[in-house]
């Protein structure tokens, strides 16, 4: 992957945190700098940490996988692409206004499972690990903060748009490892 490519995949992750934050910065009204702050340092902090463990990972099973690493490349973005893109379609849930630790800690965790599964994908495509992690962290808090003020700011944008536009560019970047 090169630097482009890990940005795209830094947006593509971030989509989930921008979504939740959103739908947080629709709900809050007291306290929104430190709650924004806070909502968008978790997001970061988990969705960089979450590759380091899925690149950790990919090296136990890499020989097992090398021969047709290009394909799992492309099986794991087009599942995450899809994924995206369906739970765009399915029925939100009561927004729940969540700030607490446990909250924030559910909230990091859930939002980074497809970073964790992108990051066994950054091994196989030989990708520089810290600067992903860099990449993929600070594009999370900075969608993250953006979604929380967007959500406060504009209180009728459809969370699906985007959602399925993540689901896209996962989709393109799995159709692209196949290609080079």
């Known amino acids: 992957m090169n630097l482009f490519d890990i940005i795209l995949l830094a947006f593509a992750l971030g989509i989930d945190c921008l979504v939740v934050s959103f739908s947080q910065g629709l709900i809050f009204t007291k306290n929104r700098i430190k709650n924004s702050l806070f909502l968008a340092f978790t997001m970061g902090l988990f969705q960089g940490f979450m590759p380091c463990i899925g690149f950790a990972g990919a090296d136990y099973v890499y020989n097992l996988v090398q021969p047709f690493s290009k ?4 099986v794991i973005f087009i599942l995450l692409g899809f994924k995206f893109i369906l739970e765009s379609y399915s029925v939100k849930e009561q927004k729940i206004m969540c700030i607490g630790f446990k909250c924030l800690l559910g909230l990091g965790i859930a939002t980074s499972i497809d970073a964790l599964v992108a990051g066994a994908g950054l091994n196989f495509t030989h990708a520089p690990i810290l600067l992903s992690v860099f990449i993929i962290g600070f594009v999370s808090f900075i969608m993250s903060f953006a979604g929380f003020w967007s959500g406060n700011l504009l209180k009728t944008f459809p969370s699906q748009h985007l959602e399925i536009s993540g689901g896209c560019i996962l989709i393109f970047l799995a159709f692209k490892s196949l290609i080079f």
């Open 71 to 74: 394909w799992l490349v492309f």
